[in-house]
């Protein structure tokens, strides 16, 4: 994972807006994805764009991406404590192989 | 479907003894993958199948660690002998279609395994 990068923890208040940060240097991925890993539990796919795709939105989660920077954001909108889980940004390897970051840790407090 | 199962939840052994970490994967899905996730490491690809073949094992750490897939509706991980340093969180995958040409991984729950 060391070539798609994350800040390791991210704490916000329940109500506000969580934003995840990531950069990845490969530049040759089709699909760049965001996972979340509650407590005890595997990853689950939470949202994905295509690399042509600037921005997608789905409910309270909004994926940007820019790829002149290589950095791709999840944003999610009224963050409930139910969200607190890690975020993990994840692109497409090669073959059917997918890179993963390290993870932020995202933390709501009441 | 029940999604991908893998047993045993939880594993406590003692170094040197044999561990097998077993997947059923998602049935119809012709990829499997095999991770392992730690605080030190993050989470790492040890191997991954298609067609019930080993594609792309250079993640297996040494020769203790094997895998196999013997059809398509089971696989193992096996650590022999294993050690402190192999306690971590075993991971299985199927790689599922999404719309649009993209594909996911859908993970099991793991296994969490504890060498003494």
């Known amino acids: 994972g060391e070539d798609v990068e994350q800040s390791l923890f991210l704490s916000v208040r329940e109500g506000d807006s969580s934003v995840i940060n990531c950069t990845y240097t490969d530049s040759s991925s089709t699909y760049l994805y965001w996972y979340k890993q509650e407590p005890g539990a595997g990853l689950q796919l939470l949202t994905y764009i295509f690399s042509n795709m600037d921005m997608k939105q789905d409910q309270r989660l909004t994926v940007l991406l820019n790829k002149k920077d290589k950095h791709l954001s999840l944003r999610i909108a009224d963050t409930q404590t139910g969200d607190s889980a890690i975020y993990f940004c994840v692109r497409t390897g090669g073959g059917n192989k997918l890179t993963f970051g390290t993870g932020t840790q995202l933390k709501v407090e009441l | 479907d029940a999604g991908v199962i893998q047993s045993p939840r939880h594993e406590v052994t003692e170094m040197g003894q044999e561990v097998t970490l077993r997947c059923k994967p998602i049935?119809?899905?012709?990829?499997l993958f095999w991770y392992r996730q730690t605080m030190m490491r993050g989470l790492e690809l040890l191997i991954y199948?298609?067609?019930?073949?080993?594609?792309?094992d250079s993640g297996m750490p040494e020769d203790r660690f094997s895998a196999k897939m013997p059809n398509a509706s089971f696989s193992t991980l096996k650590i022999q002998p294993s050690e402190p340093r192999d306690s971590a969180v075993y991971f299985c995958a199927s790689l599922i279609p999404l719309a649009g040409g993209a594909d996911t991984q859908y993970f099991g729950p793991g296994t969490r395994l504890t060498v003494l």
């Open positions: 049935s119809g899905h012709n990829s």
């Open positions: 199948f298609n067609n019930n073949v080993p594609i792309d």
